[in-house]
């Protein structure tokens, strides 16, 4: 491979099928190809560019090659500067010895790569698409009419009289009606009459562990419909204040900011996964009267599309970084069927996500499975099919 000629001040060119990497995260396989839509493109010098001599290797050979664990376990066995800065230079990485199978080789085991990966994207599209229809249905089980966006108006106007917020995209809802509560087979109550919700501990230097360290769960931990608790930080709290953010099997914690749409306001459940568990202040908890609203059927209806909107509608935007309050969480909609209803919802949903869960799992074994096997044809402990 030969290295690109600087363009100006630091920017370097690069064209459609040179190999590009990031000097800091090249250990984690942060490597890429400039794509052939585009021609010419330019990068700063933390990125260093290199044409790939065709009689030699393929573009897309090199980026595995470079994905692959032994070579990252190499790069990180070289790499120098401070601990999570490490940047591999390019006389470092040209100082790798790495295998070089003939170019029919090169291809085969790039085209095994490439149809895998087609077979897992397309396992995560049917998944995707089976999450939309459990929405769907649940919320056809409801009698929520799903409300067509419909075209935006070019102009409009409106009084400020009757804005509630300085947003356009809450004023183009006010005009087109979408702003309103969904309509429905059964009543919308708040849901505050139906629970108790407050704020978790605010993190400071004065309650890193101590005495009395308790498990917390933060924003990360916190997904849509379920909780990652592969990584779990502990927050000081005395044992006369636990009981105000002591979490509860059935509480449900609503994320109060994030900068996308999609992940604004999204709940999770807790079951009591962990002893003397309690959340920050940047989850709002929420305690449901159990004997009028199940957990799980609040979970499921605030992390649909429509179940959100109030929050889309009432979520105040600080530097691109939408949030809820309390105050919000209390007013939000929900419908109430009875109790049985619920249960009889929450039975057939999550028969279905466990379905979901499978094709998931599925697409994620064959993706580790892929990997493996492209390394192992890389080092020459697997054949790679050649074309017949």
Same mark, same amino acid.
């Given at each position: 491979? !030969?290295a690109?000629?600087?363009?100006?001040?630091?920017?370097?060119?690069?064209?459609?099928?040179d190999? /590009?990497?990031s000097?800091?995260?090249?250990?984690?396989?942060?490597? #890429?190809?400039?794509?052939?839509?585009?021609?010419?493109?330019v990068?700063?010098? *933390?990125?260093?560019?290199?044409?790939?001599?065709?009689?030699e290797?393929?573009?897309?050979?090199v980026? &595995?090659?470079?994905? !692959?664990?032994?070579?990252?376990?190499?790069i990180?066995?070289?790499?120098s #500067?401070a601990?999570?800065?490490?940047r591999?230079?390019?006389?470092?990485?040209?100082?790798?010895? /790495?295998?070089?199978?003939?170019?029919?080789?090169?291809?085969?085991?790039v085209d095994?790569?490439?149809?895998?990966?087609?077979?897992?994207?397309?396992?995560?599209?049917?998944?995707?698409?089976?999450?939309q229809?459990?929405?769907?249905?649940?919320l056809?089980?409801l009698?929520?009419?799903?409300?067509?966006?419909g075209?935006?108006?070019?102009?409009?106007?409106r009084f400020?009289?009757?804005?509630?917020r300085?947003?356009v995209?809450?004023?183009?809802?006010q005009?087109?009606?979408?702003?309103?509560?969904?309509?429905?087979?059964?009543?919308l109550?708040?849901?505050?009459?139906?629970?108790?919700v +407050?704020?978790?501990?605010?993190k400071? $230097?004065?309650n890193?562990?101590? =005495?009395?360290?308790? $498990?917390?769960?933060?924003?990360?931990n916190?997904?849509k419909g379920? &909780?990652?608790l592969s990584?779990?930080?502990?927050i000081?709290?005395?044992?006369r204040?636990?009981?105000?953010?002591?979490?509860?099997?059935g509480?449900?914690?609503?994320?109060? #900011?994030?900068?996308?749409r999609?992940?604004?306001?999204?709940?999770?459940?807790?079951?009591g996964e962990?002893?003397n568990?309690?959340?920050?202040n940047? =989850?709002?908890? /929420?305690?449901l009267?159990?004997?009028?609203?199940?957990?799980?059927?609040?979970?499921?209806?605030?992390? !649909?599309?429509?179940g959100r909107?109030?929050?889309f509608?009432?979520?105040?935007?600080s530097?691109?970084?939408?949030?809820?309050n309390? +105050?919000?969480v209390?007013?939000?909609?929900?419908?109430?069927p009875?109790?049985?209803?619920?249960?009889?919802?929450? +039975?057939?949903?999550t028969?279905?996500? *466990?379905?979901?869960?499978?094709e998931?799992? !599925?697409?994620a074994?064959?993706?580790?499975d892929?990997?493996r096997?492209v390394?192992?044809?890389?080092?020459g402990?697997? $054949?790679?099919?050649?074309?017949?």
């Open positions: 491979m !030969t690109k000629s600087e363009v100006k001040g630091r920017l370097f060119f690069a064209r459609a099928g190999v /590009v990497y000097k800091i995260d090249a250990r984690n396989g942060a490597i #890429g190809i400039v794509p052939e839509d585009m021609p010419a493109v990068f700063s010098s *933390e990125y260093p560019i290199y044409a790939v001599d065709p009689a290797a393929l573009p897309d050979y980026k &595995l090659l470079f994905r !692959t664990t032994s070579f990252r376990n190499r990180n066995s070289l790499v #500067g601990s999570g800065r490490k591999v230079e390019p006389s470092t990485l040209e100082s790798i010895h /790495v295998p070089l199978p003939p170019i029919p080789i090169q291809q085969a085991i095994h790569w490439t149809r895998a990966t087609e077979r897992v994207a397309e396992a995560k599209r049917k998944a995707d698409e089976q999450e229809d459990v929405d769907r249905l649940f056809e089980a009698g929520v009419r799903i409300r067509a966006r075209e935006r108006p070019k102009v409009l106007a400020f009289s009757d804005i509630d300085w947003a995209s809450s004023v183009v809802d005009v087109l009606q979408l702003d309103r509560p969904p309509d429905g087979r059964y009543q109550v708040k849901l505050g009459v139906l629970a108790c +407050s704020y978790g501990i605010q400071s $230097p004065a890193r562990p101590g =005495l009395c360290p308790r $498990p917390y769960l933060r924003v990360a916190v997904r379920f &909780l990652d990584d779990i930080k502990e000081e709290v005395s044992d204040d636990l009981p105000s953010y002591l979490l509860k099997p509480d449900i914690l609503f994320v109060e #900011g994030n900068g996308s999609s992940e604004l306001g999204r709940v999770a459940k807790w079951n962990i002893e568990c309690v959340h920050q940047h =989850l709002i908890k /929420v305690r009267d159990q004997n009028r609203l199940l957990p799980d059927f609040a979970m499921t209806w605030f992390n !649909t599309e429509i909107s109030h929050f509608r009432a979520a105040k935007s530097s691109g970084l939408g949030t809820i309390s +105050s919000e209390r007013l939000a909609p929900i419908p109430l009875p109790l049985d209803i619920q249960r009889k919802l929450v +039975s057939e949903i028969a279905a996500r *466990e379905r979901i869960a499978v998931r799992a !599925t697409a074994k064959l993706a580790e892929t990997a096997e390394e192992e044809m890389i080092l402990r697997r $054949p790679a099919d050649l074309p017949r």
